[in-house]
């Protein structure tokens, strides 16, 4: 029970990490009072999540989605938050990667996502 409650905790502070990532990026601030200042940056990319934007640049199309889904901490909700922060960072560069992600969540969620599905016309505008 306490290993599990701990998972949850680390999953929590991700979705956190990339929330704030995707507010800095765009200039946004979020509702919530957290108070917590994250710095963008690869470092902290990798430190939080395991890996930086260099290594996500080699993973080929196809292995994609394995390489994020055996991330520890990423879950249906944080893989699309990571994939609005790569459109973010570089939309013509994540745009192929983006999509990937966001056409996985669409295939193992049960619920339409309207919000999710502006997104990707957005990028293959």
Do not use: C, H
Not at 5 to 28: F, P, S
Not at 103 to 123: M, P
Request: glycine share 4%; proline share 1%.
């Amino acid at each position: 029970m306490r290993k599990e409650d701990y998972l949850t905790t680390q999953i929590n502070q991700l979705g956190y990490v990339l929330k704030r990532i995707l507010e800095k990026l765009t200039g946004t601030k979020s509702n919530d009072q957290l108070g917590v200042v994250w710095v963008v940056d690869n470092f902290k990319l990798k430190e939080k999540l395991g890996f930086d934007l260099a290594i996500l640049d080699t993973i080929s199309d196809e292995n994609l989605i394995p390489f994020l889904i055996t991330k520890e901490g990423f879950n249906d909700s944080n893989i699309e938050l990571f994939a609005d922060v790569l459109v973010k960072i570089d939309k013509e560069k994540y745009a192929k990667k983006a999509l990937q992600i966001y056409n996985y969540v669409n295939q193992i969620t049960a619920t339409f996502s309207f919000e999710r599905d502006l997104k990707i016309k957005e990028i293959n505008l």
